[in-house]
C-alpha cells in the first residue's frame, strides 16, 4: 500500500474504504462478512475507513469490529456530521456523542460536514456556533481534522474551500466527471490551499465498470495495458498528485484485494500520451449515449434564476446513460439540499445562457426536457419537506 501526506503530515492510504454499502443479511449488515472485509483491509495497509451518521447501521458494525479487534490506534474513522438533522448547539453534541458510542471510540480523526452545499449553510451552521464547536472538539482532541463533503459546482466549492481553515475535503471525482461538480478546478484549488483531498464515486457508483457502452469496452479489451475498467479508473485518479485518497466501497475480498495491488503499485505522474489517448476515447463513447453535449465549461453560468445548468445537464445526461434512480438522487443534492434551490424549473427562458454556449446547445429547450424527467413527484415532495423545515 502506498500513502500521501495530509495536511500536517498525517499518512494516508490512498485506497480508502467507503463503508455506506456493507453487505446485508436479512435486513441487517452481515457483520462476520464485514468483519473478514474490514481486517483484511487493515492488513493490506488500508488506514482510512469513511462512515456517516445516516449510513444505517454502517457506525455500530465498525465499532464493534474494530473494538473486537484491537486495532483502533492503526486506522483513522472519517465520519459526518448530519447538519441537515440539527437545529441547536446542543443538537450538535448530541449527534456527535451518539457518533462516538456507535463507534465505541472517544475520537474521530477525520469529521466532516455531510453535504456542505452553499455558503448560505455554512452560515446557518455559524449562528448554531459551528465554529466555536469544531474548535473545543479539536482542542479536546475528539476531532483530530475537520472538513466537508461536498456535491455542487466547482464556483461555489472554490467558495467554501475559502470559508473556514479547513484540513480537509471529499468531492465526486472520475474521469467522466473531469469538468463537472466540483472537478478538476476543485481538486486544483482545494490541494493549492493545502487540504487534502478524498475522492467518492472514483466509478460512478461502479457505472464506470458496469454500465460502460459495448464499443468502450471493447477498446478497454484491446488496450495492450491489460487493464479493466476499474483499474483504468483508479489509475487515472491516482495520476494526480492532487488526490490524496481514493474510497472504494468494497464489498468482496477480491474486490479489495485487486484494488490494494493496484494501490501498492501505481505512480503519479506516470499516464502516457497513450493512456490519457484511450480515456479520451472511452468518455467519447459513453458520450454518444448522452442526451446532451454539455461540457460542464460553466460558460452558460450564472443563471439570473439561479439555475445550475451544468448541474442539471449532468444529471440529466445519467439519467439516460447510467438510470433514473441515481441521476434523480445526483439532481437533488444539485439543486435542492441547499439555501438558495437551483432546480432547472426556476428557468424563465432569458436565454442568457445560450449566448455564451459554446457548444451551441438549445438550453432553454433542454432545461424542460430535464424537468420532465429529473422533477417528478418525489422531488417536487422532497424539495417541499426541504423548504419547510429547513434542511438545507
Request: aromatic residues 10%; hydrophobic residues 35%; charged residues 25%.
Amino acid at each position: 500500500m502506498q500513502y500521501r501526506k495530509g495536511k500536517d503530515g498525517t499518512e494516508i492510504s490512498i485506497l480508502a474504504y467507503g463503508c455506506m454499502r456493507f453487505t446485508k443479511k436479512n435486513g441487517k449488515i452481515d457483520i462476520d462478512k464485514t468483519e473478514q472485509e474490514l481486517m483484511e483491509a487493515v492488513r493490506l495497509g488500508v488506514n482510512y475507513f469513511d462512515t456517516a451518521y445516516i449510513y444505517g447501521g454502517s457506525e455500530a458494525a465498525m465499532g464493534e469490529i474494530f473494538e473486537r479487534n484491537h486495532c483502533r490506534e492503526q486506522i483513522y474513522i472519517a465520519d459526518k456530521l448530519p447538519h441537515y438533522l440539527i437545529r441547536s448547539r446542543e443538537g450538535l453534541e448530541k449527534k456527535f456523542q451518539e457518533q462516538l458510542k456507535r463507534l465505541r471510540t472517544g475520537y474521530i480523526d477525520f469529521y466532516l460536514m455531510h453535504m456542505l452545499t452553499d455558503m448560505a449553510t455554512w452560515e446557518k451552521l455559524k449562528n448554531l456556533g459551528i465554529e466555536e464547536w469544531i474548535e473545543e472538539k479539536l482542542k479536546s482532541g475528539q476531532i483530530r481534522h475537520i472538513g466537508f463533503s461536498y456535491h455542487g459546482n466547482a464556483d461555489m466549492f472554490c467558495r467554501l474551500v475559502d470559508a473556514y481553515d479547513w484540513d480537509f475535503c471529499m468531492i465526486q471525482y472520475n474521469y467522466l466527471d473531469e469538468y463537472s461538480q466540483a472537478g478538476r478546478k476543485g481538486l486544483a484549488y482545494a490541494s493549492g490551499k493545502g487540504l487534502s483531498v478524498m475522492i467518492m464515486e472514483p466509478l460512478r457508483g461502479g457505472k464506470l465498470v458496469n454500465l460502460l457502452p459495448d464499443s468502450a469496452k471493447k477498446l478497454i479489451a484491446e488496450n495492450p495495458r491489460g487493464y479493466t475498467p476499474a483499474e483504468w479508473s483508479f489509475r487515472w485518479l491516482w495520476n494526480q498528485p492532487e488526490v490524496t485518497a481514493v474510497l472504494s466501497g468494497m464489498n468482496s475480498l477480491e474486490m479489495l484485494r485487486e484494488n490494494a495491488e493496484i494501490a501498492s503499485s501505481v505512480k503519479a505522474g506516470t499516464f502516457t500520451e497513450e493512456d490519457f489517448s484511450l480515456i479520451e476515447q472511452v468518455k467519447a463513447e459513453i458520450n454518444h449515449t448522452l442526451k446532451v453535449g454539455c461540457t460542464g465549461c460553466g460558460y452558460c453560468m450564472p443563471c439570473p434564476k439561479g439555475v445550475d445548468i451544468p448541474g442539471t445537464f449532468s444529471a440529466w445526461n445519467m439519467f439516460y446513460s447510467q438510470g433514473k434512480g441515481a441521476a434523480r438522487k445526483s439532481y437533488m443534492q444539485c439543486t435542492i439540499f441547499r439555501h438558495d434551490p437551483s432546480s432547472a424549473s426556476q428557468c424563465v427562458g432569458c436565454g442568457k445562457c445560450e449566448e455564451h454556449c459554446p457548444q451551441r446547445i438549445p438550453v432553454r429547450e433542454a432545461l424542460k426536457e430535464a424537468v420532465g424527467d429529473l422533477e417528478n413527484i418525489p422531488y417536487r415532495v422532497t424539495r417541499g419537506l426541504i423548504r419547510l423545515l429547513h434542511m438545507w
